[in-house]
């Protein structure tokens, strides 16, 4: 707060003397816009004996508050004649020289404005501009706020709810351009599968620097490479070989081991599928011209009554054991 410096005006010719109630404080500008323009060649003007038929309590600006006139006098600045505007208030001059700062000056004038409020009980109500008792345009840039600052925010200041009113910048980055929130590597995923970051060199300069994690987590799904591999399917063939081992066990734990198997299994097992037959590979003796010598190769019976079983099993009929009935026999058993 700038201290109220007092230079009174000795004489008070140019007021109404003594009686204000100081029921009202009066807001004004000096309209002044001269270099140097300030409180002190204002209250100067004052204690010289001022030209005008004028007279003003305070003036102010932007380093100094300057008292002329003691509160109780009447001066004459509101324009009213005898009306409560001279009569019950007090009349402060803001400054607005152009060497001066008239936002600091507004800030001291709404200084004292509170000062003067509290020492004689005023309301805010009650602090009002030239404007109301006159109709003048006065104070003219608080009043069209053409120096960033209105009237509004000079009450504001006096009821020191804000402070000077400065149009708010403009965040970049905060609200006008809002930052995307970030992704998760999923739901870049998800987008890149969906097309939204086009593919090559476009997908990589719209992901940077989480390319790589996305296309990982891309291929993933489309490829199915998260997953564990199923294993692979065994063949008939080797849950045959793997039964005939006893891998399987028997009965209803090899019904339970194979499952949906078990019966392709057991039907190659009991011989009565010919589909995993592989071409055997001839057995027994294969340069021998007698069945019999062949069948003892195989280590199978070579009596006439085995012999003419088999050759009856293979269509031979009335067999006989005459050296063609042989050859023939012989023949189908080598297949
Ligand atoms: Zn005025």
């Known amino acids: 707060m700038v201290s109220i410096k007092q230079q009174l005006v000795p004489t008070r010719s140019l007021t109404s003397g003594v009686g204000n ?97 509290e020492k004689h009980n005023i309301p805010i109500n009650n602090v009002v501009q030239h404007n109301r008792w006159s109709g003048k345009d006065c104070p003219h840039n608080l009043r069209d706020g053409s120096k960033g600052i209105h009237w509004g925010d000079f009450i504001g200041l006096v009821k020191g709810s804000t402070g000077i009113h400065i149009p708010p910048k403009p965040e970049v980055g905060s609200e006008i351009i809002s930052k995307p929130k970030n992704k998760s590597i999923d739901q870049l995923a998800d987008e890149v599968i969906a097309g939204k970051h086009g593919s090559g060199a476009d997908r990589k300069k719209s992901l940077g620097s989480q390319y790589d994690a996305v296309q990982k987590l891309v291929n993933e799904k489309l490829l199915g490479t998260k997953s564990k591999p199923k294993p692979a399917e065994k063949s008939i063939d080797t849950l045959v070989k793997e039964t005939l081992a006893g891998k399987h066990g028997n009965g209803e734990a090899r019904k339970k081991s194979l499952g949906k198997n078990y019966q392709a299994v057991q039907d190659v097992i009991n011989g009565n599928t010919s589909t995993p037959k592989k071409p055997s590979k001839p057995k027994g003796d294969q340069k021998t011209n007698s069945i019999v010598d062949y069948l003892k190769s195989i280590k199978a019976d070579s009596s006439f009554a085995n012999r003419k079983k088999l050759a009856t099993k293979h269509g031979i009929k009335n067999y006989s054991g005459t050296p063609a009935q042989n050859t023939q026999l012989l023949k189908k058993l080598r297949g």
Do not use: P
């Open 21 to 117: 109630l100081c029921n009202y404080i009066t807001i004004h500008e000096t309209a002044n816009t001269a270099k140097g323009a300030n409180a002190q060649s204002h209250a100067n003007l004052q204690s010289k004996g001022n030209s005008r038929l004028a007279s003003w309590h305070y003036q102010v600006d932007d380093k100094e508050i300057i008292q002329s006139f003691l509160d109780n006098v009447q001066c004459w600045h509101a324009g009213d004649g005898q009306g409560k505007g001279n009569m019950e208030s007090i009349g402060i001059e803001i400054c607005v020289n152009s060497d001066g700062n008239f936002k600091n000056a507004v800030q001291n004038a709404a200084e004292l404005v509170k000062q003067l409020m």
